[in-house]
């Protein structure tokens, strides 16, 4: 059996062949099962984001991921934390948080930054994401 495929049938009914657009599909499924404001991935390269319902602009996002991948390249250069993978940030009197989490495909570090309210998604949550985009950025 092919992977992505039950039973002969496709499991995924609105699928993209072009790693942008199937990034910018997950990340819309992701914003809308965790409640997220916002989905973005940071490569140092690069930013691909879904803005639901931030408040803020492109520009805005743009700038947030990069700052954050930047912290996460240091940490993942720094001896003795290096495997640190999850970092949340959180403003008290709003209600919103920063939850990241960064890994590597082949080796490159990406940092999946998602917006929320206060409530933190579960670590589990957000490791099938990873290995969404690891499935997809290996193809």
Do not use: H, Y
Not at 2 to 16: A, M, N, P, T, Y
Not at 30 to 36: I, M, P, R, V
Not at 53 to 64: F, K, R, T
Not at 98 to 104: A, G, I, M, T
Request: net charge positive; proline share 3%; aromatic share 6%.
């Amino acid at each position: 059996m092919k992977l992505g495929f039950i039973k002969g049938r496709e499991r995924r009914k609105d699928r993209s062949g072009l790693p942008v657009e199937a990034l910018k599909k997950l990340f819309r499924n992701l914003a809308q099962q965790g409640g997220f404001k916002a989905v973005m991935m940071a490569t140092g390269n690069g930013l691909i984001s879904v803005n639901i319902d931030s408040g803020l602009e492109a520009e805005q996002l743009a700038e947030i991921s990069r700052i954050v991948w930047q912290f996460n390249k240091s940490v993942a250069e720094m001896e003795p934390i290096r495997s640190l993978r999850r970092m949340i940030l959180t403003e008290g009197t709003s209600g919103e948080a920063l939850v990241c989490v960064s890994f590597r495909v082949k080796t490159r570090l990406i940092s999946l930054i998602v917006m929320t309210g206060i409530e933190v998604p579960d670590p589990e949550f957000m490791e099938k994401a990873v290995q969404g985009i690891e499935r997809i950025l290996s193809e």
